[in-house]
């Protein structure tokens, strides 16, 4: 019955940025998220963006996509009609939208076409008029079972019955491009989520303990990323195996191979980074959640480059993360089992207060740089959209 969806995005958060560019990304991502599904055409009025459907869109569908795109604020799928009468709502309204006897009932204007020779006041009050007429409807403002709400357009008048909540944030690819360490844990893909949720454009980089690459062994991380990707629609994923680091780490104290490894994977990082030009690095680290997550270590990581490394979930209580994880729809992977490059090789307790010279000692002792080539040498990407 719906002919289009009405797509209001954020529009608080947009003063610094360039608005054009905004509603143009925003646009292509949804086009994007849709390329499976029939629709007419997406086009931009007055400050929203509307998709118009044909016979063969499946509305459910297109909900469950429209609900991953950041920047949305809410979406409604609407029945339209021209509005130069407020006669003409009411038909539409008596056709599509009719309410059970007795049920609570309110109508919501919005006029952002200001020509038209009525008020939103006066459509609130003559369709509410019209619902008790017509439905026997009760009209209650304050706890209203029922909304209809109609949203008067460059002419024409939007009527529907069910707001639905998008995720805000900024439309990916607005907020320029992080590389992103991506374990098989809880906490990184949400934290890439973030990233996501603010515009950036998210590849990912994993550091894997198997011999060579194998993608069946890899499975669960290309899930992660396969979920994530719904969210930002596209993502490279790098594979970079562990076992470069992990045969000259051998030689450094087991306390100091914990942050000896982040270091490592950063400076992996950082190269793979300017060659694809991004511009910051994304990690899942979270402050004192573990004892090896301290400020003192994540500042000797963090001298290991000059790229920034963003981390997210700095903040984040452990409960908030999982409940995010399950709303995202990563948990359910993460907690599959997997072989990580850290269980055994690593010391239980590694150090909590790394000191940068003495890292620096170590590391000058070890052969990193020809460790880091070979991991450049054994990249594998996969590409996703
Ligand atoms: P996560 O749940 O994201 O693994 P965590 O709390 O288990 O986080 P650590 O295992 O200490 O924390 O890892 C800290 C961060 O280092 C991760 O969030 C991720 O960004 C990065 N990281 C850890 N292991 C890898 C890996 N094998 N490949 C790429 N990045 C990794
Ligand atoms: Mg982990």
Redesign the pocket.
């Given at each position: 019955m719906f002919d289009c969806i009405l797509i209001h995005y954020g529009e608080l958060g947009l003063k610094g940025l360039n608005r054009p560019f905004f509603e143009k990304k925003l646009i292509e991502n949804i086009g994007k998220a849709l390329k499976n599904v029939e629709y007419q055409k997406i086009r931009k009025v007055q400050g929203r963006i509307i998709l118009e459907l044909n016979e063969k869109s499946n509305v459910e569908k297109i909900e469950e996509s429209l609900k991953k795109i950041f920047g949305i604020a809410w979406f409604a799928p609407c029945k339209t009609t021209e509005a130069s009468s407020i006669d003409k709502i009411k038909e539409l309204v008596r056709k599509n939208f009719p309410i059970a006897a007795g049920t609570k009932a309110r109508v919501s204007t919005n006029r952002a076409d200001k020509t038209l020779p009525y008020t939103s006041m006066e459509v609130n009050r003559e369709l509410g008029a019209y619902l008790v007429k017509q439905f026997k409807a009760k009209i209650s403002l304050g706890e209203p079972e029922t909304t209809i709400f109609v949203e008067i357009v460059e002419g024409k008048a939007y009527v529907f019955d069910r707001k639905i909540k998008g995720l805000y944030g900024l439309p990916s690819g607005v907020s320029g491009k992080v590389l992103?360490?991506?374990?098989?844990?809880?906490?990184?893909?949400?934290?890439a989520w973030l990233l996501m949720k603010r515009g950036c454009e998210v590849d990912?980089?994993?550091?894997?303990?198997f011999e060579r690459f194998n993608e069946a062994k890899l499975a669960k991380i290309l899930d992660l990323a396969k979920v994530l990707t719904q969210y930002s629609l596209k993502a490279r994923v790098f594979f970079?195996p562990?076992y470069p680091f992990e045969a000259e780490a051998v030689e450094a104290p087991s306390r100091y191979r914990?942050v000896l490894?982040?270091r490592f994977?950063v400076k992996v990082a950082e190269e793979i980074a300017r060659k694809h030009g991004i511009n910051a690095l994304?990690?899942?680290?979270?402050l004192a959640?573990?004892s090896?997550?301290t400020l003192e270590n994540m500042a000797v990581i963090s001298k290991a480059t000059t790229i920034p490394i963003l981390r997210p979930?700095l903040t984040y209580e452990k409960n908030e993360i999982v409940q995010l994880a399950k709303q995202i729809g990563t948990f359910e992977i993460?907690v599959r089992p997997y072989k990580?490059?850290?269980s055994i090789f690593m010391a239980k307790h590694p150090t909590t207060k790394a000191n940068l010279e003495i890292v620096e000692s170590i590391e000058r002792r070890l052969n990193l740089k020809d460790a880091i080539r070979e991991c450049h040498e054994e990249i594998e990407i996969i590409s996703l959209e």
């Open positions: 992103h360490l991506l374990s098989g844990g809880i906490d990184s893909p949400v934290a990912f980089l994993h550091f894997h303990a970079v562990f914990l490894f982040r994977m994304g990690s899942g680290e979270n959640q573990v090896s997550q979930l993460s990580d490059c850290c």
